[in-house]
């Protein structure tokens, strides 16, 4: 099983960035898939997920409202739309795949890591 995370870089305040999951070795429907991030010197935190099976999506309150995560069965890629970019979402982010059916906030009981793609924020 592989979890390929791009789409990270460097981005200035306000701008967008679309990170992208492509999973081989397993069928991201049959999976709860979401984002984690950390920054330097800080613990880990979960971002967004989206359900086994299901379209239901469970977001951290400082992505809110400026976030999406989807799921293109099809190709088997989950995607996380980042808008309204602050520099404190500077991190690297982690692709998880969670054999149930949520990803759950506290990283625990993850089946599946991606190798995590880098967001810069410039003030």
């Known amino acids: 099983v592989q979890l390929q995370a791009s789409g990270g870089g460097l981005v200035q305040a306000g701008g967008s960035l679309r990170l992208s999951c492509a999973v081989s070795g397993l069928r991201v429907i049959s999976y709860a898939m979401g984002w984690f991030r950390q920054a330097p010197g800080k613990e880990r935190e979960f971002v967004a997920a989206i359900r086994r099976t299901s379209s239901s999506t469970d977001y951290a309150d400082s992505v809110k409202g400026r976030t999406t995560i989807s799921r293109n069965n099809a190709k088997n890629t989950v995607s996380l739309e980042m808008n309204r970019l602050k520099p404190e979402d500077t991190a690297v982010y982690y692709c998880?795949?969670?054999?149930?059916?949520?990803?759950?906030?506290?990283?625990?009981?993850?089946?599946?890591w991606g190798q995590g793609t880098q967001v810069t924020v410039s003030s």
């Open positions: 998880a795949a969670r054999a149930y059916y949520k990803l759950g906030e506290n990283g625990n009981d993850i089946r599946y």
